[in-house]
């Protein structure tokens, strides 16, 4: 597994560099810098959640699709936390004394959002509407803002922990694959969702005492042949415009599409004279 730790760390110093020459042409290049630093530390994070996430959310490269991913399962992924250990086995003297043993700062969603997204849009040239703009040409406002998504990057890096998970798993067999579908649940969870990490299929998964239930996520489908008008259970992941799934009552196959529906009895402008 890449130590992404230390390649944000490594960009971080390059961007710092660049940065230090306090020349407007090396702003851009330490944007670029500071977006593969917020990249590397999305990535360290989500290396904590490799076996809940599906197989292709590893395949998306920008942070805050990364980090949306790691949100649904988990809506504590960008919040960080700190850890300590009684001196003591509970009950025992000592027990309510506690060692701190560190902390972690974790990139927030929003820190992604400000930061990430906003100095992407300064790596290209800008459209003739944006030259129009005072703010698209400020290289004062780019030095600012490559500046606070350093403190950002420094901050988490800067931790001495990292890589915090506190939830239980919990996992089952899929029943649409040969997959495993595991499940972060939190504290005082009453529902989340889960998919399976091989075929990405959806469930629902409820908390109760001791165990979880994990309910398919699934919705209605009627046949369109009148002849048939059966109905049946699809995944929720395969219910969208252009998937195929096969009657179970009639053997046929047949398209989703989208349809517009379209009022009737519309006036036309001329009407309105």
């Not at 109905?231 to 196959?253: L, M, P, V």
Request: with cysteine.
């Amino acid at each position: 597994m890449p130590d992404y730790r230390q390649e944000a760390r490594d960009a971080l110093e390059r961007a710092k560099s660049l940065l230090a020459k306090n020349e407007e042409q090396s702003l851009r290049y330490a944007a670029l810098e500071l977006r593969i630093a917020f990249e590397a530390l999305t990535y360290s994070r989500a290396v904590a959640y490799k076996d809940n996430l599906p197989e292709k959310e590893w395949r998306n490269w920008q942070p805050r699709r990364v980090m949306s991913a790691l949100l649904e399962i988990d809506p504590s992924a960008d919040k960080g936390g700190s850890l300590s250990i009684s001196k003591a086995p509970a009950g025992e003297p000592g027990s309510d004394e506690f060692v701190d043993l560190g902390s972690e700062q974790v990139l927030s969603l929003r820190q992604i959002k400000d930061h990430y997204d906003a100095l992407g849009s300064r790596l290209h040239i800008p459209t003739p509407t944006q030259r129009e703009s005072s703010k698209a040409n400020d290289p004062a406002r780019l030095r600012k803002r490559c500046e606070k998504a350093a403190e950002a990057v420094q901050s988490v890096l800067n931790s001495n922990l990292w890589n915090l998970v506190f939830n239980v798993t919990s996992t089952v067999p899929c029943t649409r694959c040969d997959g495993t579908v595991r499940a972060l649940v939190n504290p005082g969870t009453k529902k989340t969702e889960a998919q399976c990490k091989t075929c990405g299929a959806p469930y629902i998964v409820t908390p109760d005492k001791d165990e979880c239930t994990f309910e398919a996520k699934q919705v209605t489908v009627k046949c369109p042949d009148e002849a048939c008008g059966g109905e049946q259970f699809i995944w929720a992941d395969q219910a969208n415009a252009g998937s195929r799934f096969k009657c179970i009552h009639c053997d046929q196959f047949f398209l989703i599409v989208t349809v517009l529906a379209m009022e009737k009895n519309l006036r036309r402008p001329e009407e309105d004279n």
